[in-house]
């Protein structure tokens, strides 16, 4: 290969890339000036170097398009695997052929054969568009890198109450940043946070310990939940736990322990009620799925009564200190800068709504 063949190439190779390259198919590649003269002034013996044009700018797209006819080594297939008709494909060469001043594919031969020029440029365009490709790749990465993302762990019942606000609240004042949401029990958010796997957890379970930042948000009341038919629903007064434990009771969740389910069979234990027939289920669907089925009573935070399912009926509590706590779990090391931006919204609408916070 001429020496003054690689010093073309060379040329190419310098390509400066404007701001708009990767807005393909408009973007395109530049040879400066002085890089192009360099190129002629070395290769002024060479008569396809001589052809090429003062200046001039290779489309991305043409890059692609001529690859795939040279690795597919027809127009027909070449243009299948783009996903393009045939003509557009030949013409867009043609154009590239033009733009660099020399012949690139031979013409008329079965299968498509380069000439030297296009061999050369076929190896340099499959490394143009390989650094594009990394250009796109490290600058998503770069895109991820830089995106905030937080991680809330949450038990089902907060579901019912006003967890979604705070959520739908949060997203409209921070759009940039990717929000994960998994349920899992309160033990379950306070492993997840030790390793890293949420930011911020929110549960009903008063566990203290030394790694975490465990914050009130407020006491909910307990309610009972009741099939439709008990004649308990039909007494227009407040449900005693001496008048529930008459029935069996379901609990959950079932594991791991402690959890919600402790504190409604501490109720009982507090108050030296005994109880008969124990359920204990996985989750709260479940739990209001036997409810419905007239397989027991269960005691529930005040804000599932949002959560309308057909034969269950749900009543309040002679009991004030029937209460379930709401509370926000962060590292104490490291929070998470977004935990401020919940606890304002958190407030805000507590304020709102006549909820004292921290009680």
Request: hydrophobic share 45%; glycine share 6%; aromatic share 6%.
């Amino acid at each position: 290969m001429a020496v003054s063949s690689w010093r073309f190439l060379a040329a190419l190779r310098r390509l400066v890339v404007r701001r708009d390259t990767l807005n393909e198919p408009q973007g395109r590649f530049v040879l400066r000036d002085d890089e192009l003269y360099f190129a002629r002034k070395q290769a002024s013996n060479t008569d396809w170097m001589r052809s090429i044009p003062k200046g001039y700018g290779v489309e991305l797209r043409q890059l692609k398009y001529f690859v795939a006819v040279a690795r597919e080594r027809n127009f027909t297939r070449a243009a299948e695997t783009l996903n393009i008709a045939q003509p557009p494909l030949s013409r867009q060469i043609q154009q590239l052929e033009q733009e660099t001043g020399v012949i690139l594919v031979e013409r008329g031969s079965r299968p498509v054969r380069l000439t030297e020029a296009g061999r050369l440029f076929y190896e340099q365009a499959v490394q143009v568009l390989d650094r594009v490709e990394q250009m796109l790749l490290m600058t998503r990465r770069l895109r991820e890198a830089g995106q905030t993302r937080l991680g809330i762990g949450f038990v089902a019942s907060t579901l019912y109450g006003y967890l979604p606000e705070v959520i739908r609240r949060y997203r409209a004042a921070r759009p940039d940043v990717e929000l994960a949401l998994v349920e899992m029990t309160t033990l379950e958010q306070l492993v997840a946070l030790k390793e890293g796997r949420i930011d911020i957890g929110f549960g009903r379970i008063t566990l203290e310990d030394p790694v975490l930042e465990r914050r009130l948000l407020r006491n909910e009341k307990m309610i009972a939940a009741l099939p439709a038919s008990f004649p308990l629903v039909r007494q227009a007064r407040l449900v005693t736990l001496d008048e529930l434990a008459r029935f069996p009771l379901v609990v959950y969740p079932q594991s791991p322990r402690p959890s919600y389910a402790d504190q409604v069979l501490k109720l009982f234990r507090d108050r030296d009620i005994r109880l008969g027939v124990v359920h204990e289920v996985r989750e709260l669907q479940t739990a209001l799925g036997l409810v419905a089925a007239e397989s027991g009573v269960a005691i529930v935070p005040a804000c599932v009564e949002r959560l309308k399912r057909d034969n269950v009926r749900y009543m309040p509590l002679d009991e004030p200190d029937a209460l379930s706590p709401v509370i926000m779990s962060t590292r104490r090391d490291a929070p998470s800068p977004e935990a401020a931006v919940l606890l304002k919204i958190i407030k805000a609408m507590y304020r709102d709504a006549g909820i004292t916070f921290g009680q």
